[in-house]
């Protein structure tokens, strides 16, 4: 999970009365989307019980705190509005299922990059396989001897999905990315998007995540070697 803090300078009664109306709002009333240039770049709820206000007069300062609402889905049962999912769904629906409980899935063009090397002896080497391998809504429910049913959380769906690859979800450039952990050592990162019904949208480029000492990074002289 990733947070953002922004701080804002309140310098008159128009921004004062926002802020006020600011800190009395509920959960997930308020989304903050940033940018890198046109391009999205990250978006999360605010936290509107984690805000500071600095008690002075005018111009005073005015913090919030917004996250990608990962962390909020281990509270969300995976479920349709409180009706059970029937059937099967494929990997990728299942995914975008649980992200968009989060509540800002409406502030994406696709909402989920997918960097999958594991295949099973029924798939190709190009085979998509969060489209073509399904999941059974039940296998997320737990029912009791009396019938009554207990729902996994939305957490837990993305976590048994990830473990079973061998991947870490990150909300990063525009996406939520789903990226297999042995595929860094490669460098190059090769994606399949998804829009927020779980449906296949586009292909990404192989995209480099390395940096080069000395050109991406400098080196700070200082430090020592063993």
Do not use: M
């Not at 994406?108 to 029924?122: C, K």
């Not at 996994?152 to 909300?171: D, M, P, T």
């Amino acid at each position: 999970p990733s947070v953002a803090d922004v701080s804002f300078r309140v310098d008159g009664a128009v921004l004062n009365a926002f802020v006020t109306d600011f800190i009395g709002a509920p959960e997930q009333r308020f989304r903050l989307s940033i940018y890198k240039g046109v391009n999205l770049f990250w978006v999360g709820n605010v936290q509107t019980d984690n805000v500071r206000k600095q008690d002075k007069e005018y111009p005073y300062i005015f913090s919030i705190r917004a996250a990608d609402g990962l962390a909020l889905l281990k509270d969300i049962d995976y479920n349709n509005d409180g009706v059970a999912y029937e059937g099967t769904a494929t990997i990728a629906k299942h995914v975008c299922n649980a992200l968009s409980k989060i509540g800002t899935s409406d502030l994406f063009s696709d909402l989920l990059a997918v960097n999958n090397n594991w295949y099973s002896d029924q798939h190709t080497t190009s085979s998509d396989v969060y489209n073509t391998s399904k999941i059974d809504y039940r296998r997320f429910i737990e029912i009791d001897s009396t019938g009554t049913k207990t729902y996994k959380s939305c957490y837990y769906v993305l976590e048994s999905i990830c473990k079973a690859f061998g991947s870490r979800i990150v909300l990063s450039d525009g996406l939520f990315r789903i990226v297999q952990i042995n595929e860094y050592e490669g460098g190059n990162l090769s994606f399949l998007t998804y829009d927020s019904d779980g449906l296949p949208s586009s292909s990404y480029a192989n995209t480099s995540y390395r940096l080069s000492d000395g050109t991406d990074i400098l080196r700070l002289y200082g430090g020592s070697f063993q």
